[in-house]
Every structure is written in C-alpha cells, then in structure tokens.
C-alpha cells in the first residue's frame, strides 16, 4: 500500500479504515469478523485507522483497542471526541468544545484505545457556543502534553479551518466525500491545500451506495441508519440509482468493481487525499485495498466527474436534526 504524509505532519496508508460501522449505525454485526478485518488491514498495510468515541457509543474505541494489541506501532490511529451521547439515549445528541471536556475526553480515548498517544485526535462537530480558538488550544496543550502527535477538524466550514490553522497547525479535515458528494470541492478542498491540510474522505462510498450495496429500501436492516437517511428514501433513492448505472457502465469498461472505482477516482485527486471506506467484510476489505492499484487516465477521471457532477445526488446526505451540527 502506498504511503502519504497529511499536512506535511503524519505519514500513513493511502487509504485508510473507517471502523464506525463496526460497532453501530448499519445493522447488527460479527464482532469476531470485526476484529478480524482490522487486522487483515493492517497485514495489507491498510495502517490508518479511524474512530471517535461517540460510536457505540465508546464501543468502537474498544474493539479497535483490541484488534491492536501488539499491532500499536505499525498504525496511524485517529479518533474524534466533541459529539456527546446520552447514556440513556444515545439519540439526545450534543455538541461539546470546552476545554476541560477535550481533555477529559482524550483521557478516556487513551484508556479505551489501551494506548500512550493518539496520532490524530479530531474535533469531531464544531461546537457553536465555544470559540474555535480555545478549543483548538485546549488540543493544543494535549499536543504539548505528549498525549497526541497532530490534530484535525470534521466537517467544519471554511472560516473556521482558516481561524483554527492559526492557532496550532491543522494537520487534517476530515469531511465526507465521494462521487455523489462533491461539496468539499467548492471551497474547503481549495482551503485546504493553500494552508497545507491534508483531507481526510470518509463515506467514500457513499455509506455503500456506491459500491451497489443498496438497491431498495428492503436491503437494509430494521435499525439500519440509512433507512433515515434522505438519499436512500422514495424517489431519491430511484433518482440517485439512475446515477450509479452510469458509475457502473464505467467501472465495467475498465474490468473493475463500481465501489473500486469511486475509490481510485478519490485517490486520483489527489495525494492529499485520503479516503477512509468502512466496512465489516474481510472480503470488501481486500477489493477496497485493490482499488489502490487501479490507474485512471484523464479520461476516465473526467468520465466519472461527468457521471456524478457537483450537486447531482438527491437528498440531503443527512436528516435535518444531523445536518444542523455541521458547522457551515
């Protein structure tokens, strides 16, 4: 796997593991299989983890803290603090930037994660009521205290990036981003790069949308968080189906699968770019890593950007309650 250096700062694979979906959000899962995947990818030097507190929540935390024991040096690992859950309802969600909550927050990631220092330490929601300033410099402090090596934002918009960078050096944004949500291309990709900032793409696949996992409203779970999602409801699902054929007819042409595709048309963008696809399957895992391989001429780049132009998904990629804590 192919090594980069985010924001001049932290080295690390190509393409990463998003390990979210490990724990909650997508259906029931194995969590043997789980553990398993994480460390299928790091024999394939699939070494750039991802995680945040809030998913289980905290439970995700601990499956990656185990996956690692004795793997701790040969990965890059990422997790977010900032979204609070309620221990009674994990729905009641809030946003948190004081800065005796991100300590006490990345105390409790070390402990779950059965590690010293954390790689990359995000702020996973931009709180509204606390100044960017004094969140970043309570990150800060944890850089001066050796608890973590770089930090990063997520979702957060332009302004705040440019005001947070001149605190202490961002090292990532972590945004979503794919071929059917091409935002980040107007404004904060372009930020991101004059200020040095490497860009983290999680939902490369669109949440598996992109890789033709969901089909119909019937292909997901009871619990399944996409069945709230807009762009897998009612006639957006239908429109946005449309789309992925044409994603599909291009990844046929060139011998691959439609999710490797979208991968390696990530990872065409840019070396700055580093796409995070999750998934729970050994096997997905080793088609994703494979995408890494596939060389895309400017045609093909072209073709692809031409299938999914900015703004051609329908639906909001988030409910509205979700959608309101990103910081815009």
């Not at 601990?62 to 997790?79: M, W």
């Not at 860009?199 to 996992?213: E, H, I, K």
């Not at 994703?288 to 045609?299: G, Q």
Request: glycine share 10%.
């Amino acid at each position: 796997m192919k090594r980069v250096r985010l924001g001049g700062r932290l080295e690390g694979s190509a393409l990463g593991l998003g390990c979210m979906g490990m724990s909650e959000f997508y259906g029931k899962s194995d969590e043997k299989e789980c553990l398993a995947v994480i460390r299928r990818a790091v024999d394939l030097g699939v070494t750039f983890l991802d995680t945040s507190d809030m998913y289980g929540p905290f439970a995700n935390e601990r499956l990656v803290g185990r996956a690692l024991r004795g793997r701790r040096g040969r990965v890059e690992l990422a997790t977010k603090f900032g979204v609070v859950r309620g221990p009674a309802d994990p729905e009641a969600v809030k946003v948190c930037g004081k800065p005796d909550y991100v300590r006490s927050a990345c105390e409790g990631s070390l402990r779950r994660l059965g590690v010293e220092v954390i790689d990359l330490y995000y702020q996973h929601r931009v709180d509204p009521e606390v100044p960017i300033e004094e969140t970043v410099g309570a990150m800060a402090r944890l850089v001066e205290a050796g608890k973590v090596r770089c930090l990063g934002l997520s979702e957060a918009a332009p302004d705040t990036i440019r005001r947070a960078h001149a605190v202490h050096a961002i090292t990532a944004l972590q945004s979503e981003y794919s071929l059917w949500t091409r935002d980040p291309e107007v404004d904060t990709l372009p930020l991101c790069r004059e200020l040095g900032i490497g860009f983290v793409a999680y939902s490369p696949l669109g949440r598996g949308f992109l890789a033709g996992a969901v089909k119909r409203d019937e292909d997901l779970a009871p619990d399944d968080y996409r069945r709230r999602s807009p762009r897998f409801q009612g006639e957006n699902l239908r429109l946005n189906r449309e789309l992925f054929r044409r994603v599909e007819t291009l990844a046929a042409g060139k011998g691959v699968k439609p999710g490797q595709l979208a991968l390696a048309w990530l990872l065409a963008r840019g070396q700055d770019i580093v796409p995070i696809p999750g998934t729970r399957s050994r096997a997905h895992l080793e088609a994703n890593a494979a995408a890494a391989d596939i060389v895309l001429s400017e045609d093909d780049v072209a073709s692809l950007d031409e299938a999914m132009p900015v703004g051609a998904a329908a639906g909001a990629r988030y409910p509205e309650p979700a959608m309101r804590l990103v910081n815009r």
